[in-house]
């Protein structure tokens, strides 16, 4: 499975778009980007993953450039809420790795 | 909503102690994960199961075992707890051979070995 690169941390002003890049520059053609955060002392939790095309949900959005070597995690109003750690992951969805290989993510801040 | 249940929320055991930590999901999924996450290393894979009685090594399988007898049902061992298995331990689970892999996770376990 491909290996991700994101910022360690970012800040975002609360009610504004947090936007979070992650770089998969060997991503594979029948890998997803998936996106997870986890919020202090609770597990993580699935945001949203994609393909090719962009990709939205009612938590946020996805946004994939054309040749897949990099995406956006888009949160449209940040929230106090949204303050977390956002892990992105490359994966093939079948197959025998059924592993998700996790690193550190990106810490970002939500500041009233 | 899928729910995956984690026995305990906190535990201190003493070295050498037997250790069970159990997980139950209600979703039906095939595939059942447990990690132990520590500060400074993210999340690190001790063992998978794809199906009841089902079992593969993770990256760091050393020192536990794993238990599968009922779909629902993902149980994590350590045969003789030590000191440098404190960490929180969590566990997940996923539809098998989906499309749609996305794990949930439970609250997770923070264990203490002392």
């Known amino acids: 499975d491909a290996k991700t690169t994101q910022p360690p941390s970012m800040d975002c002003a609360e009610g504004r778009a947090a936007n979070l890049p992650c770089n998969h520059s060997?991503?594979?053609?029948?890998?997803?980007v998936y996106w997870y955060r986890q919020i202090h002392s609770q597990g993580p939790q699935y945001i949203i993953h994609?393909?090719?095309?962009?990709e939205t949900n009612e938590m946020a959005s996805l946004i994939i450039t054309e040749d897949r070597k990099s995406s956006t995690l888009i949160l449209p109003h940040a929230t106090l809420r949204d303050t977390a750690v956002y892990y992105c992951i490359v994966k093939a969805p079948a197959g025998n790795n059924r592993k998700l290989i996790w690193g550190l993510g990106t810490s970002l801040g939500v500041n009233p | 909503d899928v729910k995956v249940t984690q026995s305990s929320r906190y535990l201190v055991k003493r070295t050498g102690e037997k250790v069970f930590l159990e997980c139950v999901q209600d979703m039906d999924h095939e595939n059942m994960f447990w990690y132990r996450q520590d500060p400074g290393l993210g999340l690190r894979l001790i063992y998978f199961?794809?199906?009841?009685?089902?079992?593969e090594k993770g990256d760091i399988p050393e020192g536990y075992s794993v238990s599968r007898e009922k779909k629902e049902r993902f149980s994590l061992i350590l045969e003789s707890a030590s000191t440098n298995q404190t960490s929180m331990y969590l566990c997940?689970?996923?539809?098998?051979?989906?499309?749609?892999?996305?794990?949930?996770f439970g609250q997770g376990t923070r264990l203490t070995v002392v």
């Open positions: 994609g393909l090719k095309n962009n």
């Open positions: 060997t991503i594979s053609g029948n890998e997803y």
């Open positions: 997940a689970s996923s539809l098998g051979g989906s499309v749609r892999p996305e794990a949930f």
């Open positions: 199961s794809y199906d009841v009685k089902m079992k």
